[in-house]
């Protein structure tokens, strides 16, 4: 009699740069037999903002922070620059994917041009949609573009087994209209 092999299973050793492998048994010996499994490569998670990118002098915006292609996270750690003469953060709160465990500095040890918002939690996230917004006052006097750099932490960005989670960021451009009085 030949082997009797049973399904493959995934032994969950895919990288973000390599697909990883997939084991199967035989049913009537035991043996082993481990093959690549393809298509498994990790995707990197893509922060972005879905924001128009219009705002008008002197009004408070709503600006959505997303994440796409996650192939999950247990924490994170964005940063977010920005020109304090255009814009000055006034919170950060809840998306439709994130429901506790947000953290900002605004209030606290912020340095003026900068902040941090940080999640982690004791299970892994990996939906895709809005992780949480920003609301922020557009100076009275800004006009013009104005960019919004994102960065994150490597080392407080992590899966479930605390590896490293590469994650690829995407500035937020504002076009900042000057407020006309009619």
């Known amino acids: 009699l030949g082997h009797s092999w049973g399904e493959y299973v995934s032994n969950n050793d895919a990288t973000y740069e390599n697909d990883g492998t997939k084991t199967r048994l035989c049913?009537?010996?035991g043996k082993k037999e481990t093959v690549e499994d393809l298509g498994s490569k990790l995707t990197v998670p893509e922060i972005y903002s879905d924001f128009s990118g219009i705002a008008n002098a002197g009004e408070t915006i709503n600006i959505p922070i997303c994440v796409k292609n996650n192939s999950g996270f247990m924490g994170i750690m964005l940063e977010f620059e920005y020109d304090p003469t255009v814009l000055t953060p006034i919170s950060v709160e809840y998306g439709d994917v994130i429901a506790s465990g947000l953290q900002d500095n605004i209030e606290g040890d912020a340095k003026e041009?900068?902040?941090k918002v940080y999640w982690a939690d004791s299970e892994t996230f990996n939906s895709n949609g809005t992780m949480f917004y920003i609301n922020a006052y557009i100076n009275s006097s800004a006009v013009g573009d104005s960019i919004i750099d994102i960065s994150y932490s490597q080392s407080?960005?992590?899966n479930v087994n605390f590896n490293d989670?590469?994650?690829i960021c995407n500035d937020i451009l504002l076009?900042?209209?000057h407020k006309r009085s009619f």
């Open 27 to 29: 049913n009537r010996c």
């Open 175 to 177: 076009n900042i209209l």
């Open 165 to 167: 989670v590469p994650i």
């Open 156 to 158: 407080d960005t992590f």
């Open 113 to 115: 041009g900068s902040f």
